[in-house]
């Protein structure tokens, strides 16, 4: 049974700002002036969706931001932000759909605002991004053609960030951050968020295939810098005519880089397909498909590909313990932190009883079925 020693002994604040302080923070930090202003769904940042004057000169004639107020954890690292968003800016510039950076006032692409809470005194990191178009892919019914783009997708990302460089880009060696799929074993001091159950059990019999099976192939896996969490909500698209007139989706935005760190290839791909299962009415299908779009690109290793089942499964655990453990500290945003455990719990239980084979021969006949040209 758990004690409180095997709890996490410190907890990331939230912010809390309100829209009148956020109005406030944009003009102070960017100068602009706020016409109006809708909060954002988010996990444990805060998110404004921020319109601008049309009268106010903006240079580039942007009128729509994302304010970013990052936690008081993730504000304790700037170097790893200040990476995050020139890895966004770079992106950009080589013809990915990322958000551009709003400049402060002091030419600077964060800003560190204090705020005193009467007991103590929060630092929390600002940026502003301009507000990218589309509709997440939860919204709408994901083809087996947009998986394939959207495992396509991920490999590029992650072929084209071999070129960055950055003074600062060792501190996306993140030793201890919790969402990187190497630290999966970190998951057990987060267990009593589970309670006492069949889900617990299922997590720890994860936990400890991962530490037989996939810990010890670390050194065979090529390392890369991830996204980490493409989900189908940082996905966004929209509506566009196919050659022959149909209508389908093309990727119009790629959001939320604060989850990037050094991994490997395989990590990105087993974290897409993770979440392309979530809101897919055929989830164990979803594999192949964005397995054939990522392997178009980056072709995975025998030994790579002989991890990904527990990759997938993983994730799962990650993004359910994670919930369970953040919905104890946040209950007022329970609707949006349990998105996954919706469906996730399922899904993970649907794996582990068809088995590592079953799904494997599932997810590589799929793949295989695009290289003769005829996809399932």
């Not at 992106?91 to 002091?106: D, E, H, I, M």
């Not at 630092?123 to 589309?134: A, C, D, F, I, Q």
Request: proline fraction near 5%.
């Amino acid at each position: 049974m758990s004690n409180v020693d095997e709890q996490p002994s410190q907890a990331l604040t939230k912010p809390t700002f309100s829209e009148a302080q956020a109005c406030a923070l944009v003009e102070s930090v960017f100068g602009l002036k706020v016409s109006e202003i809708q909060p954002l769904p988010s996990y444990d940042d805060q998110n404004f969706h921020v319109c601008i004057s049309r009268a106010e000169d903006t240079t580039d004639g942007t009128t729509e931001y994302v304010l970013k107020v990052s936690n008081t954890e993730s504000s304790k690292t700037p170097d790893v932000i200040e990476v995050q968003t020139h890895i966004i800016l770079f992106l950009q510039a080589a013809g990915f759909p990322t958000a551009s950076v709003r400049r402060t006032k002091a030419d600077n692409l964060t800003s560190l605002v204090s705020v005193d809470s009467g007991s103590e005194i929060k630092s929390y990191l600002v940026r502003l991004m301009t507000y990218l178009p589309g509709k997440p892919i939860a919204n709408i019914p994901i083809s087996p053609q947009l998986l394939y783009e959207i495992g396509r997708l991920a490999a590029k990302l992650d072929k084209t960030l071999e070129k960055f460089h950055h003074p600062k880009l060792s501190s996306l060696h993140q030793e201890n951050f919790i969402w990187n799929l190497k630290n999966i074993p970190l998951l057990e001091k987060y267990l009593y968020a589970l309670g006492q159950n069949r889900n617990r059990e299922i997590v720890e019999q994860v936990i400890q295939l991962f530490k037989d099976e996939v810990m010890t192939k670390f050194h065979h896996l090529r390392e890369c810098i991830n996204h980490g969490d493409l989900n189908d909500h940082n996905i966004l698209v929209e509506p566009s005519k196919s050659a022959l007139g149909d209508s389908v989706y093309q990727v119009s935005g790629i959001l939320d880089f604060d989850d990037m760190s050094y991994g490997y290839y395989v990590f990105e791909v087993a974290i897409t397909i993770m979440y392309m299962m979530i809101e897919s009415k055929n989830p164990i299908q979803v594999g192949g498909h964005v397995l054939a779009g990522f392997e178009s690109v980056i072709p995975l290793t025998p030994i790579e590909r002989g991890v990904l089942f527990l990759l997938v499964c993983s994730r799962f655990c990650q993004s359910l313990v994670m919930a369970a453990y953040s919905c104890q500290l946040y209950p007022e945003n329970k609707e949006y932190l349990m998105i996954t455990a919706k469906a996730g719990w399922k899904h993970l239980q649907q794996m582990l009883d068809m088995g590592q084979g079953a799904v494997e021969e599932i997810w590589f006949d799929t793949a295989r079925s695009y290289e003769s040209g005829v996809s399932m």
